[in-house]
């Protein structure tokens, strides 16, 4: 839904093959990672949302005149705030209650294939991590459903896992103190909210001013962590219409934050809906300006994973990615 309207998904199959792409012009080759089971999502998500996830689409299909994906329609009062540590459980079992709790806006519809494509994607996320907590300098996820508005129980913005924050959790294991970078356009909202009372994850969030752009409830300067996470979580603010230099500039704060918190490995959320040509953009960002992006998160030196998160200009996705790897390595 967009403006009251159904609308046609901007995250659609093709984005992958652009990526593909991308790292073909790299000289990268892309494997299919292995199936990692349900213990690296366990990690980070509630298990009665891995759950809903799993049997939400059966379900639905018992449903009297059920629609062809699920939709909730009624929600729960939440009142958005990132300190408050967990909802109450869900009262009813019944399906559309949960599609209610569960969903947290209307971009999150679970059809036939939702599990296991949200599974997929986070098996990439798992192997990049496994793989530089095993020596890798550097790996590169190309996830899709993205991941990092998914909160440990909420599904929103496209995304239903929050790949980021599975990374961050399996280089916490191996690193000890992790940082996530985004510089998707968009708040990262749930990985936020996932380490938002955390000491040890830094969080840093490179975003459109949510005060006139998705997620809109939060990704504002004053949010900066709680309890044992006070002073661990950073939004940095870009004003609509905001390019190359300004994303540079919050890249190199996000970073030097990076170093004073000591982090010893890095997970990047990579989104490329900052530029220009984005349908669901608002900042101005070129496909060069991504070098800059890339060169100062390389430039850090720590063991990283770079997980995919959005970017829905199809014919500049590839170069994009090019771009940013190629400054990044
Ligand atoms: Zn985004």
């Not at 294991?173 to 998707?184: E, N, T």
């Not at 975003?207 to 409830?217: E, I």
């Not at 349908?279 to 030196?301: D, M, N, Y």
Request: with cysteine.
């Amino acid at each position: 839904m967009r403006a009251g309207r159904i609308a046609a998904p901007k995250d659609t199959p093709a984005r992958t093959a652009q990526l593909l792409a991308g790292l073909r012009r790299c000289g990268l080759a892309a494997t299919t990672p292995p199936d990692p089971g349900l213990g690296p999502l366990k990690a980070v998500h509630a298990e009665g949302y891995l759950e809903f996830l799993r049997t939400a689409y059966g379900r639905w299909q018992a449903l009297t005149e059920p629609g062809p994906e699920v939709l909730p329609n009624c929600f729960p009062y939440w009142n958005a705030q990132p300190g408050m540590p967990a909802r109450p459980p869900c009262p009813s079992r019944h399906i559309i209650a949960e599609a209610g709790y569960y969903l947290g806006d209307l971009a999150v519809p679970v059809g036939p294939a939702t599990w296991d494509a949200v599974r997929a994607s986070a098996s990439g996320a798992v192997a990049a991590a496994r793989a530089v907590a095993g020596g890798e300098g550097a790996a590169y996820a190309l996830c899709r459903p993205s991941g990092h508005h998914a909160r440990a129980d909420r599904a929103s913005g496209f995304c239903y896992v929050n790949n980021a924050a599975i990374a961050a959790e399996i280089l916490c294991a191996a690193f000890g103190r992790v940082a996530v970078i985004d510089v998707d356009a968009h708040h990262g909202d749930g990985t936020q909210a996932i380490f938002y009372a955390r000491g040890d994850v830094l969080t840093v969030s490179v975003h459109a001013d949510p005060a006139s752009y998705y997620p809109f409830f939060t990704g504002y300067a004053e949010e900066r962590g709680a309890g044992a996470g006070e002073g661990c979580n950073l939004n940095l603010v870009l004003a609509p219409g905001a390019g190359d230099a300004e994303i540079a500039a919050a890249t190199r704060a996000a970073a030097r934050a990076t170093l004073n918190f000591g982090a010893k490995a890095l997970v990047v959320a990579l989104g490329f809906d900052s530029h220009a040509d984005d349908p669901i953009g608002v900042l101005k960002v070129s496909t060069g300006g991504f070098r800059a992006v890339g060169e100062t998160l390389g430039a850090l030196g720590v063991p990283t994973v770079i997980v995919q998160e959005g970017g829905y200009a199809l014919p500049v996705l590839a170069d994009c990615l090019a771009e940013f790897l190629t400054d990044f390595a």
